[in-house]
C-alpha cells in the first residue's frame, strides 16, 4: 500500500508524563522502532497553540506515524503547557515562548533520562522560536526549523549558534505566510553553518502528501541519511 495521509507504520508507541520544574505536568507521546533501537531521537515543538497548533499537527503526526519504521527514529511530541490534543491537556497556561524554556527542558530531559540516542530539537512554526531561543542550553545535536516566522527568536538568539558545533537546519516554504527564502537567507546569514534549504511550491503548513514527504525527508537526511531514501510503499501490517 501506499504511504499517505495517516498511516501508521509499526512502533512501540508509549503514552508519556514529562515534568518541568516549576512543577506542571505536561502530555505526551513517545514512538520508537517496533523491534530495532533507535539511531536517532525527534524532540518535536509544535506550532502555536493559540492558532491550533498542538502535539497532533499533521507533519509532527506524520513523523511520528512513519519514521520510528522508515528510519530507525525516536519521535517524542508533547503538549506545551496549556495546549490540549485527544492525548490530554497539559497543565499551566501559554505563556508566549517565556515560560516554555521549562518544557522543552523537560523534554530534553525525558530523552536523556531514557538514554534514547543523538537528540535534535524538531521545530515548526511556534517551535522553532523555541528550538532557537532555548536549544543552545540543551545537550543536542542539532535543530531543524520547519517554516521558521523569527517573530520571537531576536537577531541576537539567532546569530548566538554561529560558531556552534550543532547543526541547524532551515526549512523555508516558498509561499510561506511569515518568512520566505530570500529574507530568511539574510536573517540567517550570522549563522553561516546553517544549511537553508527553500522548498519549492512550500507553503507554512506543509499541506499535502508531496510536501509532508519532503519535510520528512529533510528531517532524515539530516538524522540518519542512511535511511534515505524513504519509501513510498509499504507491504506489512498498518494502523488507520
Known amino acids: 500500500m501506499e504511504i499517505r495521509g495517516p498511516v501508521l507504520l509499526p512502533a512501540r508507541r508509549e503514552d508519556i508524563e514529562l515534568h518541568t520544574v516549576d512543577e506542571l505536568t505536561l502530555v505526551g507521546e513517545l514512538a520508537l522502532p517496533a523491534e530495532r533501537e533507535p539511531v536517532a531521537t525527534l524532540v518535536t515543538l509544535h506550532p502555536l497553540p493559540t492558532a491550533g497548533g498542538f502535539m497532533d499537527s499533521h507533519i509532527l503526526r506524520k ?18 503547557r496549556g495546549t490540549t490534543s485527544p492525548r490530554g491537556t497539559s497543565e499551566g497556561s501559554f505563556d508566549g515562548g517565556a515560560n516554555e524554556c521549562f518544557d522543552v527542558a523537560a523534554a530534553v530531559d525525558f530523552a536523556r533520562e531514557r538514554g534514547l540516542p543523538r537528540p535534535w530539537l524538531v521545530g515548526w512554526s511556534f517551535g522553532t522560536e523555541l528550538a532557537l531561543k532555548y536549544g543552545r542550553d540543551h545537550d543536542i545535536e542539532g535543530v531543524i526549523l520547519l517554516s521558521p516566522p523569527l517573530h520571537r527568536a531576536t537577531a541576537e538568539e539567532v546569530a548566538a549558534w554561529a560558531g556552534e558545533a550543532r547543526r541547524m537546519v532551515v526549512l523555508v516554504p516558498e509561499f510561506d505566510d511569515y518568512l520566505r527564502p530570500d529574507e530568511a537567507r539574510e536573517r540567517f546569514a550570522s549563522v553561516p553553518d546553517a544549511t ?7 507553503k507554512h503548513l506543509w499541506v499535502g502528501e508531496t510536501q509532508t514527504r519532503r519535510v520528512l525527508t529533510e528531517i532524515v537526511a539530516a538524522v540518519n541519511p542512511d535511511a534515505l531514501p524513504l519509501p513510498t510503499e509499504w507491504d506489512g501490517d498498518v494502523v488507520g
Open 63 to 80: 513523523a511520528a506515524g512513519r519514521l520510528p519504521a522508515l528510519a530507525d527514529l525516536a519521535v517524542l511530541r508533547f503538549n506545551t
Open 196 to 202: 537553508l534549504i527553500a522548498v519549492e511550491g512550500g
